[in-house]
C-alpha cells in the first residue's frame, strides 16, 4: 500500500463511485475516505428505475445500494447533496459547491453521464430518466390511458416503454433505426426483442423526431417517417438516446478527455492523481480511444481496478463486458462484444421465445446472447470470459450441457 496516500475523494453517488469506497475499504485502506454525492440520496442501484421503480413494485427508496449504517461502519464520509465544483489537482484538493475544500491526495470521478437532450426545437419538453427523482415523476404522469412517446429504442427505451404498458398506458416508441441494439446483441436478437413492442400492444415506428410543441395539456411531435412524415400526439415524451459522459471536471482541471475521461489500465488519467470509472471512464487502446462500457457491471469492474491502483495491489482479474436487459416479462444477458462480422451460430428456436445466439472469433468464444435461457446463461458468461476455443456444432446443440462445458474450460 502507498504509505503516502491519506486521503481519497470519491465524486459521485453512483454504483462506480460506491464500489470504489468498498473496494478500497475491503483492499485494506485505513485513511480518510469522503464520497462526494451530488444528488440528495444514498448511492442506487439504477437499472430498477426504468422498471420496477417505474411500475411501482418496488419503492425509490428500495433501490439504495448500503443501507445507512454501513457508511458509518466502514468510515465511508459521504456528503449527499454536495456537488464537486473544481479539482485542485496541484494542490491535493477538491472543491465544493457549498464554497468548502476538500483535502485529496487522490480523486476518483465516478460523475457518470447526463441524459443526451434531444436536438431538436422544442426537445426540452422531453423528459429523460437517469436519476431516482426522474423516476419518481415519471413514475406520477404515467397513469392508466396515459399516451408516452418514446423516442429511442435502446435498453431504457425498450424497457420504459414495457413498464408503461404494464401500467396501461398507449405507447408509441419511434426510432429510426430498423434494428435497435443490433450492435450489442447480434441482428437475430435485435429483430426477435423489437418484435416484442408490436406483439405487447405498442405502435412502433421507423422514425426520427424533428420537433416538439406543447399544445395546451399535450405535446405534438413531428416525425420524419417512412413513406411520410406524421405528427404523433402524446401526454408524456421519453427521451431514452443515450447519455453524455459528465467530464467537465476532468477538462477544466487539465486531464486529457474525449467523449469521456481517458484512463489506462489502471484508470488513472493523464493527471497521475487523477481517476475516473464506471460511464465517465473511456479507456485508451493501442490504437486510440475505445467504447466507453456503460454498464452495472463495468462500473463494479472499473471501481475495483481503481482502488487497487491506488493501493498498488494486483487488480482483479478482468472479465469480459456483460449487461443484461429485462422487457415484456423476457430476460436477456450478453457477455462479451459482439463481433461486427461474425456469423451468429443459434442455439434454440427464436420461435420459442428461450433461446441463445453464440458469436466466435477465430474459432474462440467472443459474445454470447442469451434469451430466458436460466443458469445457461451464466455458463455462457463463463465460457466467453475463458474465451473458450468451441465447435459451433457444440454451441448449437442443446443436447451438449453449457455448463459441464463451462466446468470442463476452467480446468
Known sequence: MQSSLRSVVVVGGGLAGLSTCSALRAFGFAEELVLLAAEPHLPYDRPPLSKEVLTGALSPAGVELRPEQWYADNRV????????VALRAGEG???????????????VLATG????PLPVPGGELARVL?????????????????????????????????????????????????????????????????AQHPAAGVRVLEAGVTALERRGAAVHARLSANPVAEEVEADVVLAGIGIVPDDGLASAA?????????????????????LAVGDVARPRGSRGPLARREHWEAAVRTGEAAAAALLGTPAPAPVQPWFWTDRYGVHVEVAGLVPPEAAPVLRGDPASGSFA???????RLAAAVSVDRGPEARASRRLVDAAAAVEPATLADESVDLRKLARATRG
Open 77 to 84: 464520509d459521504v456528503r449527499l447533496g454536495t456537488r464537486a
Open 93 to 107: 484538493a477538491v472543491e465544493t459547491g457549498d464554497g468548502r475544500v476538500v483535502r485529496a491526495d487522490a480523486v
Open 113 to 116: 453521464g447526463v441524459p443526451r
Open 130 to 194: 437517469r436519476t431516482r427523482d426522474d423516476a419518481e415523476e415519471l413514475r406520477a404522469a404515467l397513469a392508466p390511458g396515459a399516451r408516452l412517446l418514446v423516442v429511442g429504442g435502446g435498453l431504457i427505451g425498450a424497457e420504459v416503454a414495457s413498464s408503461a404498458m404494464s401500467l396501461g398506458c398507449e405507447v408509441t416508441v419511434a426510432d429510426p433505426d430498423p434494428l435497435p441494439l443490433a450492435g450489442a446483441v447480434g441482428a437475430v436478437v435485435a429483430a426477435h426483442l423489437h
Open 254 to 274: 487539465g486531464a486529457d478527455v474525449g467523449a469521456g475521461v481517458l484512463v489506462g489500465p489502471d484508470m488513472r488519467s493523464s493527471i497521475p492523481e487523477i
Open 357 to 363: 445466439v453464440f458469436f466466435l472469433e477465430a474459432g
